[in-house]
């Protein structure tokens, strides 16, 4: 029982650890298009 409780508790680490960087990327990428909207702006 307790070795399941474990597994239980390292899955969802796992699974919040892959939802963070996913979260993080996204953000990244949304942050960098605005950039290059901003850069295109001013070149325009």
Do not use: C, H, P
Request: charged residues 40%; proline residues 0%; glycine residues 2%.
């Amino acid at each position: 029982m307790g070795v399941s409780e474990k597994a239980r508790r390292f899955l969802a680490q796992i699974i919040t650890n892959v939802v963070l960087k996913f979260n993080r990327e996204d953000r990244e990428d949304r942050e960098d298009a605005r950039r290059n909207r901003l850069m295109s702006s001013y070149l325009i």
